[in-house]
């Protein structure tokens, strides 16, 4: 099965993501955290900040594809996430999000957008999240009844992305030794099979246990 780098083609229009999708389940894996933040005593009321936090983005985690005629992962490095961050911005796409990759949704958006670079001190540990260096968070203020309750209900569990990136190479250009700068060697066991791990005999020791 191939594992293809996804990049980004800044000369091609419409490249990067336009809009962060809440779904059931995210192809990263990952949940969101939705939370009342700290009470704040307004109007004589407590009013609850509606906030959905998590990681969008994981650096070099392969993703499960199937577009029909072929199963392959691709994945991201951290240049290209911390790249996709920035022009997710840029293009002011803060406010487009989807449901279930399908469903406009309106009364949502990015209101905080960070990328980890400590995974010991980053601010997604107080929430009980682990992730790794380079991971793009964000936080998204939920402002439709609707969606919110589905968060609540955890029917929605978390974030995916959507946009266009282009293919920069695939498993059959690189090799063994390439692809372990990204992947533990685990990762490669449970991505790749016996008879493409075995055609990789220049590096022997690199998957033995």
Do not use: C
């Not at 992305?161 to 090799?175: H, R, S, V």
Request: proline share 2%; charged share 30%; aromatic share 10%.
């Amino acid at each position: 099965m191939k594992i293809i780098e996804l990049i980004l083609d800044e000369m091609q229009e419409m490249m990067g993501i336009q809009a962060i999708s809440i779904v059931e389940s995210p192809a990263i894996e990952e949940n969101f955290v939705a939370f009342k933040a700290q009470e704040v005593q307004f109007a004589k009321q407590d009013e609850e900040k509606r906030i959905l936090l998590g990681a969008a983005l994981i650096p070099n985690k392969p993703i499960y594809r199937n577009n029909g005629e072929e199963e392959f992962y691709v994945y991201f490095t951290k240049d290209t996430i911390r790249r996709a961050s920035e022009m997710f911005f840029q293009n002011g796409n803060q406010n487009q999000s989807t449901l279930e990759h399908q469903a406009e949704l309106k009364g949502l958006s990015v209101v905080e957008s960070w990328i980890v670079e400590d995974e010991q001190k980053d601010k997604s540990r107080i929430y009980g999240l682990e992730m790794p260096v380079g991971t793009w968070m964000v936080s998204m203020k939920i402002d439709n009844d609707e969606i919110y309750q589905k968060a609540k209900d955890k029917t929605i569990r978390g974030f995916s992305i959507e946009g266009y990136f282009a293919d920069k190479y695939d498993l059959n250009t690189e090799t063994l030794e390439d692809l372990e700068e990204r992947f533990t060697v685990e990762e490669l066991k449970e991505l790749l099979s016996k008879e493409e791990l075995e055609s990789y005999s220049d590096y022997p020791e690199s998957v033995s246990n």
